[in-house]
């Protein structure tokens, strides 16, 4: 339990990293670029993934199950993907059906989509 407690609280923290490069960019994209939000949220959540990545595993998680770190990247970002859906339905839903501000959607999609990518990786890759 200790273990799992230190690696979430790590989690946490490089986590916040990727959100900011995840929220900071989707603000750009799409009020500074014009991008359309969903495309916007797409390029951020998978900049945010990349920077995730090479955090957790430098800094979260200290036993690996899988030792052939292409495998490792693969299964990462397709639990990722799995997140980019999760992420995107939110962000849609939240703003065209219950007509939220963008960046308020990507908050409540965010808290979402972290608890499935702990849980997720830490029971199959970590």
């Known amino acids: ?6 690696s979430l609280f790590r989690y946490i923290f490089i986590g916040g990293i990727a959100f900011i ?4 960019l989707l603000y750009i994209l799409t009020e500074k670029l014009k991008f359309y939000y969903i ?9 945010g993934l990349i920077v995730n990545y090479i955090l957790s595993i430098k800094f979260v998680f200290e036993k690996r199950k899988i030792k052939n770190k292409k495998l490792e990247f693969i299964y990462f970002s397709l639990i990722g993907i799995g997140g980019i859906l999760i992420n995107q339905f939110l962000m849609w839903f939240f703003t065209e059906k219950i ?3 963008y960046m308020y959607s990507k908050l409540l999609s965010v808290a979402m989509v972290f608890l499935w990518n702990f849980s997720i990786r830490k029971y199959f890759l970590f």
């Open 39 to 47: 495309f916007s949220s797409f390029i951020s959540f998978v900049s």
């Open 1 to 6: 339990m200790k273990d799992y407690l230190k």
């Open 21 to 24: 490069v995840d929220y900071s």
């Open 99 to 101: 007509g939220l501000f």
